[in-house]
C-alpha cells in the first residue's frame, strides 16, 4: 500500500484518464439521445443542448469513479461496458443537482447558469408568454426526470451481461431511493431551522456518505460479482469516507473560495444550510455569538460582511477545528479499512492503491 | 365482436375487478416501501402518507389496464407477476401529475389538495422555516423522483421472468422518453401562445395517445412475448383512441362538470392551455371572437363569466362539434382495427372485447 513518488504520478493519471473516458461515453450516449428526441421535434434540441452543456462542462465524476473501482476492485476487468455503467451515475447525479437547484432557487452551478436560469433566458428571449422563471422551473424538472430516466437506461445498456444487471438492480434502486429520501431530509432540516448535530450527520450519511461513496462502490461491486466480504470492506471504507467528504462539503460551504468553487462566497449560509459544520457552532456558541447566526443565516440578502461574521463565529466556537479533526479522523478510517483489505486480498491491489489516492483527494479538495 | 347486455355486464364487472386487484398490489408495495423509508426516518412518514393518500384514492387506472389487457391479448395468462408489473404503470403516472402540479401551480387533484400543496399546509403548520409554498414544491418534485423510480422497481421486482423484463426494457424506456418530452413540448405550446393545430396535436399524441394508451399496450405485448403484428394492431388501436382520448380531455377541461371532475370549471381555460380544440376554435374565429380569446385566455383570474364567454366562443365557431366528430371518427378507427385483429386471430377474443368496451368508455367518460 506505500508507493513511491513515481507510482503515484501513475495513478494520478489513471484518474484523470478515466475522467476522460467517462466524458466519451457520456459525449457518445447523449450524441444517440439527441437522434432520439430529434425525431419527436427538432423543437427538443434546447433540451440535449442544456443537458450536453451541463454534463460535459466539469464536474469531478465521483460517482463513476468510485463505481469504477468499485467493480476493479472485486475483480472486473477493464472494458467499455463497465466505463458506460459507471458514467451512467453521472446522469442520476444530473437529475439531483438539477431539481435541487430548482428547489434550493440556486442561479449558478460550476460557474455556468442553472438549467432553470438557462431556460428561463430562453423564454426571455423568445419574449413568450408566461412567466419566464415558472418556465424555466417547469423546464429543469422535465429535465432532471429525464436525467433519470436515461441514467438507468444507460445502465442497462451498457453492454454489461443481464446476470450482471441482475445483481445490481437492488442496491441500484437502494441508492436511488436513498438519494430522494436524503435530499428530503435535508429539506425538512432546513425548515426545522434546528441544529441538531445527529439529524445533520443522518442527511450527510444518506446525501453523501452512501450516495457519493458507499452505494456507487457497491453497484461496482454487484456489477463485478456477489462477494459479501468486497460489499463490506466497500461500506467501511466508504461510510466514514463519505462522511468526511461531506463535512470537507460543509466547510468549502462557508470558507470555499468562489474563484475555486465556481459558488458565491459564504452559499450555503445563505441558503441556510443545516450542516454539521453549523450545528456544532451553534452546540458551542455563547449567546452572542447564536444571535448573529440568528441574525444573518439564511438571509437571502447575506453580503459580505454577515458571511464574515459567520465565519469568525464557526472560527470561534472551534466548530471549524473541530470538523477538521473529524475529517482527518474518518479518513484515517477510511483508509484503515481499505489497508486491511488490500493485504487480505479482498480488494485487488490495483484498486485499492487507488481508492487510497482518492480518499485523499476527497477530503483536501478545494472545490 | 357483437355482445349481448349479459356479456357486457361481465366485462364491466372485469373491468371493476382489475381495478380493485391494481388497488391491492399497490396498497402492499406501498406498505413495502414504507418500511423501508421507516429504517432511514421515521420523520419521512409524510412521505409515505402522501403517496398513498394520492394513489390510493381514485384514479381510472387506464394505464395499468392497457398494460395488463395489452399482455392478455398477446396471449399472456392472468396472474400476480403481470398485475404488479401493470400496477407499476401507476407509480410512474404519479410522477407526471406530481410534477405536472408544481409545473401548473394546480392546487387541486381528483378534488383534493395537489402534493405540493399539502406539503406547504405541513410546513405552514408546523410553523416551520422559510416559505411553505417553497419547501411544498420542493417535497413535491422529490416525491415525483421517488415514484418514478420506484415505478421501475415495481416492474422489475415484480416476478415476470428475466427474459420478459428485457424484452420490455426498450419500449418502457421509450414510454417514459416520450412522456417527459412531451410534457416539455407541451410547456412549450403553452408558451408560444400559437394555435398551431399540428403542433397540438403532436402534443396529444406524445403525451395521450401514446402515453396512456400504445405504450401501455406495447408494455404488456412485449411482457408476454415479441410478435412484432401484435405490435401493429396495439398502434393501429391505440394512436387514433389515444388522440380520441385526448381530444375528450380537452373538451372535458372547458366544458367538463366540476361535481364530476372534481377540477374547477373551466381549469384548462384559466391555464391557457392550448388544446387542439383552441387551435380548432382560434383557427374559425371572427375578429370578435377572437378578441374574447385573447382576453379570457390563460387570464389566472378568470371567472364564471368569462369561462362561459370563452365557451360560447368554442360552441359557436363549430370548434366543439368538429372536435366532438373527430373523437368519433378516432373512435371508429380504433375499433375497426381492433375489429380486423380479433378476426384474424391476431389478439385474444376476450382481451379484444374488453379494449372494444375501454374504447367506448375512455372517449364517453365524463371524468
Known amino acids: 500500500m506505500t508507493a513511491g513518488p513515481a507510482a503515484s504520478a501513475d495513478r494520478s493519471l489513471l484518474a484523470a484518464d478515466l475522467r476522460e473516458r467517462v466524458q466519451t461515453v457520456l459525449t457518445r450516449f447523449l450524441s444517440e439521445q439527441s437522434a432520439v428526441l430529434e425525431t419527436i421535434g427538432t423543437d427538443l434540441e434546447p433540451v440535449t443542448d442544456a443537458l450536453r452543456e451541463f454534463l460535459l462542462d466539469g464536474g469531478k465524476r465521483l460517482r463513476p469513479t468510485f463505481a469504477y473501482w468499485g467493480y476493479r476492485g472485486a475483480g472486473g476487468q477493464d472494458g467499455d461496458s463497465i466505463l458506460r455503467a459507471a458514467a451512467s451515475l453521472e446522469l442520476l447525479h444530473a437529475c439531483a443537482l438539477i431539481h435541487d437547484d430548482v428547489m434550493d432557487g440556486s442561479d449558478t452551478r460550476r460557474g455556468h447558469p442553472a438549467v432553470h436560469r438557462r431556460f428561463a433566458v430562453l423564454h426571455d428571449k423568445q419574449a413568450w408568454e408566461g412567466s419566464s422563471d415558472t418556465f424555466g422551473e417547469s423546464a429543469a ?13 444507460m445502465l442497462t445498456t451498457s453492454g454489461l451481461p443481464e446476470t450482471a444487471l441482475v445483481r445490481a438492480r ?4 437502494e441508492m436511488r431511493v436513498e438519494l430522494m429520501s436524503g435530499q428530503y431530509l435535508d429539506l425538512l432540516e432546513q425548515a426545522r431551522g434546528g441544529h441538531d448535530m445527529a ?7 444518506y446525501k453523501s456518505a452512501k450516495y457519493t461513496i458507499e452505494r456507487p462502490l457497491h453497484v461496482g461491486a454487484a456489477l463485478a460479482g456477489d462477494d459479501p466480504e468486497v ?7 466508504g461510510l466514514p469516507l463519505g462522511e468526511a467528504f461531506q463535512l470537507r462539503d460543509d466547510v468549502l ?3 470555499g473560495d468562489p474563484e475555486v468553487t465556481g459558488k458565491p462566497a459564504g452559499d450555503d449560509l445563505r441558503e441556510g444550510k443545516r450542516t454539521a459544520l453549523i450545528a456544532m457552532a451553534l452546540d458551542h456558541a455563547d449567546p452572542a455569538q447564536a444571535a448573529v447566526v440568528r441574525e444573518h443565516l439564511g438571509d437571502p440578502e447575506l453580503e459580505r460582511g454577515g458571511v464574515e461574521a459567520l465565519r469568525t463565529v464557526i472560527s470561534d466556537t472551534g466548530a471549524l477545528d473541530k470538523v477538521e479533526a473529524l475529517i482527518e479522523q474518518r479518513t484515517q478510517q477510511a483508509l484503515g479499512a481499505l489497508d486491511v483489505a488490500a493485504r487480505r486480498g479482498t480488494i485487488a491491489a490495483e484498486a485499492a492503491e487507488v481508492l487510497q489516492d482518492l480518499a485523499v ?3 483536501t479538495r478545494r472545490v
Not at 199 to 205: E, G, Y
Open 141 to 153: 424538472i422535465l429535465l432532471g426526470d429525464l436525467c433519470l430516466v436515461w441514467a438507468e437506461q
Open 170 to 173: 437492488g442496491v441500484y434502486d
Open 199 to 205: 439529524r445533520a450527520l443522518r442527511v450527510a450519511r
Open 231 to 237: 460489499r463490506t470492506v466497500y461500506s467501511d471504507y
Open 253 to 255: 460551504g462557508v470558507f
Open 361 to 363: 483527494a476527497a477530503t
